[in-house]
C-alpha cells in the first residue's frame, strides 16, 4: 500500500504548470498478504501428502510456516510503525513537539510496548500481558524469535524450546506427518494448523487493538487475499 499526496499551480497567460508528487509506501498488508499466501502453501503441501510417510515435503512445510510465522509478525511490527508514522494523528492529545519526541522515544521498544504505550498515551488501557489477544500475540513473537536466533538442543535435554512448547502447546493442530513420535519444537509445531494460528492470531489482535484505541483497521478490504486457509 501507498500513501499519495501532491500539490499544484495553474498560472493563467503563458502557460504553467507546477506539481509536486510525494508517495510512502506502506507494508503491513503486504506482508499479510505474503504470509496467508504461505500459509495456504503450506495447507496444500500437508493435504497433498496425508498419509505418506515423512519425506522431503516437511522440508518444503518447515520453510511455509516459517516465512508464515516470520511475516506475520513483520505485518505486527509493520501496523504500528505506520501508526507512529503519524504522530500528531495518534497522540493528538499531546502538544508540541511532544508526539515527534515520543515516537523516537518509542523507536528501540519491542513490538508490544509500541503498542501498549500508544494505547496508553491515548488514554486507553493497556492490555493485561497475561491474558488474550496479548498473550497470544507475545507466544507467536517467541516462536519467531526462537526460529529466527535458532539454538539447537539435543531433543532428550530440551530447555528453550521446550518453553516454547510451553506457550504454544493446544493453541494448533501438529503436524500429522510428524505425530507424537517427534518434539513439539521445532518439529510438530511445523503444521499448516501453525500457520494459520499465526495469521489469525495477528490479525485478532490488530482488529482488536484499531477497535481499542479507535485508530483505522486496514486490512479489511482484502480480506479474501489475506486468508490463511485453503478455499
Not at 83 to 99: D, I, K, M
Not at 193 to 212: D, I, K, P, Q
Request: aromatic share 10%; with cysteine.
Amino acid at each position: 500500500m501507498s500513501n499519495v499526496t501532491g500539490s499544484g499551480s495553474l498560472r493563467a497567460g503563458p502557460a504553467k504548470v507546477e506539481m509536486k508528487l510525494r508517495q510512502r509506501s506502506a507494508f503491513a498488508v503486504q506482508h499479510m498478504m505474503a504470509a496467508a499466501s504461505f500459509s495456504r502453501m503450506c495447507g496444500e503441501i500437508e493435504i497433498a501428502n496425508k498419509g505418506q510417510p515423512l519425506g522431503n515435503f516437511f522440508d518444503a512445510q518447515i520453510g511455509a510456516v516459517s516465512a508464515t510465522v516470520m511475516l506475520a509478525t513483520a505485518s505486527l511490527e509493520s501496523n504500528v510503525n505506520e501508526y507512529l508514522c503519524e504522530p500528531e494523528q495518534v497522540f493528538s492529545n499531546l502538544s508540541g513537539e511532544s508526539p515527534h519526541t515520543l515516537v523516537r522515544l518509542l523507536e528501540q521498544k519491542s513490538i508490544l510496548e509500541k503498542y501498549q504505550a500508544v494505547l496508553s498515551f491515548r488514554g486507553v488501557p493497556e492490555y493485561p500481558p497475561g491474558e488474550p489477544p496479548y498473550q497470544d500475540v507475545d507466544a507467536l513473537i517467541k516462536l519467531r524469535n526462537a526460529l529466527v536466533h535458532f539454538k539447537p538442543e539435543w531433543h532428550d535435554e530440551q530447555e528453550l524450546h521446550r518453553k516454547i512448547e510451553g506457550r504454544l502447546k493446544g493453541r494448533f493442530d501438529i503436524n500429522p506427518a510428524i505425530g507424537e513420535n517427534g518434539v513439539f519444537f521445532p518439529q510438530q509445531c511445523m503444521s499448516y494448523g501453525c500457520s494459520m494460528w499465526a495469521v489469525n492470531t495477528s490479525l485478532a489482535f490488530m482488529e482488536n487493538f484499531s477497535e481499542r484505541s479507535n485508530l483505522p483497521y486496514r486490512f479489511e478490504k482484502f480480506a479474501s487475499r489475506i486468508n490463511p486457509e485453503i478455499e
